[in-house]
């Protein structure tokens, strides 16, 4: 038997069955909610209780990490919504149209994080539109923090609904 077949047998490729698939689910929405806007968010917690220092490395994190956000969607945002638009679409064609289980499973985990991208370049304008800092900042970090856990939230659960109807549907061995 060939190596390459003893590794498609031991590593299962379809998406929904593969517990892999589901690890790398629940780490990407942890880790889409733990970093607001490239900012780990016990900053957030640590400048709220500590203030002074902690205070100012938050709001200079912030700043930074705002302004590199509306700098890539000015120079590049219409060519990377295009690509965007054009990979989400394959996949969705690709995957739903034609019955591909890999493709599904992609569109099921970058259709929501496109989302948090446009989120997250909207909430980096309102920070540097308003000069948020202090309270104010945190109080907007944090309302983009539950934005994003509802849309993990949303994008979960609707993941393991497909995911369960694919397995039911097409059963453990394909076809």
């Given at each position: 038997?060939?190596?390459?077949l003893?590794v498609?047998?031991?590593?299962?490729m379809?998406?929904?069955?593969n517990?892999?698939?589901?690890?790398?689910?629940?780490?990407?929405w942890?880790s889409?909610?733990?970093?607001?806007?490239?900012?780990?968010?016990?900053?957030?917690?640590r400048?709220?209780?500590?203030?002074?220092?902690?205070?100012i490395?938050?709001?200079?994190?912030?700043r930074i990490?705002?302004n590199?956000?509306?700098f890539?969607?000015a120079?590049?945002g219409?060519w990377l919504t295009?690509?965007g638009?054009f990979?989400?679409?394959?996949?969705?064609?690709?995957g739903?149209?034609?019955?591909?289980?890999?493709a599904?499973?992609?569109?099921?985990?970058?259709?929501?994080?496109?989302?948090?991208?446009l989120?997250?370049?909207?909430t980096?304008?309102?920070?540097?539109?308003?000069a948020?800092?202090g309270p104010?900042?945190r109080?907007?970090?944090s309302?983009?923090?539950v934005?994003v856990?509802?849309?993990?939230?949303?994008?979960?659960?609707?993941?393991a609904?497909?995911?369960?109807?694919?397995n039911?549907?097409?059963?453990?061995f394909?076809?």
């Amino acid at each position: 038997m060939d190596w390459h077949l003893k590794v498609f047998e031991v590593i299962d490729m379809r998406s929904f069955s593969n517990l892999w698939f589901w690890i790398a689910l629940a780490v990407m929405w942890s880790s889409a909610s733990h970093w607001v806007l490239g900012v780990p968010f016990d900053m957030v917690s640590r400048a709220a209780k500590n203030g002074g220092q902690a205070e100012i490395d938050l709001e200079d994190l912030v700043r930074i990490n705002a302004n590199r956000i509306l700098f890539i969607a000015a120079e590049a945002g219409l060519w990377l919504t295009g690509l965007g638009a054009f990979v989400l679409s394959m996949l969705a064609i690709s995957g739903f149209g034609f019955g591909v289980e890999l493709a599904q499973a992609l569109f099921l985990l970058g259709m929501p994080m496109s989302l948090v991208a446009l989120l997250s370049t909207r909430t980096a304008g309102l920070i540097r539109e308003g000069a948020l800092k202090g309270p104010d900042l945190r109080r907007r970090l944090s309302r983009h923090r539950v934005a994003v856990q509802a849309i993990g939230m949303v994008s979960i659960f609707i993941t393991a609904l497909w995911g369960m109807y694919r397995n039911m549907s097409v059963g453990p061995f394909g076809g």
